[in-house]
């Protein structure tokens, strides 16, 4: 038997020709076989699922999946220029580090540069166990690391800091809808997320 298991949702090339597991299926000449969706989520809270179904929007199943754990809402917040943004985020990546030494947390990114800058930022700060993922090296330890969001995927990170949640970075798209609902998705206990100038639809 062969089982092939994915989420639909996590689409994070912008460039494929996949359309659903019912396509795939029908071109390998399968037709007969039927596409299981699992209903359950168990990485991230209702809060936080209830969020990233939102933001999949058009893209979303017609029912959310169920969860088994509640949690703290998400947040959202604005900053007028990115040296506040990095400014609060630095205060309070290590506010959570002396409460919480051994939590993992990931600081995500949708392009390359976006996380080259925080991580910058942060390195000039108090912020402990700091590091800068470029090739999945992630280490699996506790502390802060920074990588894009396309690496991040298949993770989860105890807290979530998705920086650059504004327009331009993430336009109404289906790229963007999947990119931002896979970084949502990464979170385990508790998501924010940080925009500078106007926040993303």
Same mark, same amino acid.
């Given at each position: ?67 088994? #754990? ?5 947040? @959202? ?5 990115? !040296? ?6 630095? +205060?309070?990546?290590? #506010? ?27 390195? #000039? ?8 993922? #470029?090739?999945?090296? =992630?280490? =699996?330890?506790? !502390? ?12 989860? =990170? ?11 970075? =993430?336009? +109404? ?19 924010? @997320? ?8």
């Amino acid at each position: 038997a062969v089982t092939l298991a994915g989420d639909t949702a996590q689409q994070v090339m912008g460039a494929n020709d996949f359309e659903s597991w019912e396509q795939v299926l029908q071109a390998l000449g399968l037709d007969s076989v039927n596409v299981s969706p699992l209903k359950v989520t168990y990485r991230s809270t209702a809060a936080i699922m209830e969020l990233a179904h939102h933001i999949l929007g058009p893209l979303a199943p017609k029912d959310a999946p169920a969860t088994t #754990r509640d949690g703290v809402e998400p947040e @959202l917040f604005r900053f007028k220029d990115r !040296g506040e943004c990095f400014t609060f985020l630095a +205060d309070a990546v290590r #506010r959570l580090q002396v409460r919480e030494p051994n939590a993992s947390v990931a600081i995500l990114a949708a392009k390359t540069w976006q996380a080259d800058q925080a991580y910058s930022a942060l390195a #000039r700060t108090e912020v402990v166990n700091l590091r800068r993922i #470029r090739d999945h090296d =992630f280490s =699996f330890e506790p !502390g802060v690391e920074v990588t894009d969001i396309r690496q991040s995927k298949g993770l989860e =990170f105890d807290y979530v800091v998705v920086i650059d949640c504004d327009l331009d970075t =993430f336009p +109404d798209s289906e790229i963007s809808r999947h990119l931002l609902h896979v970084g949502v998705t990464r979170a385990a206990h508790q998501l924010w @997320l940080l925009s500078v100038g106007t926040p993303s639809r």
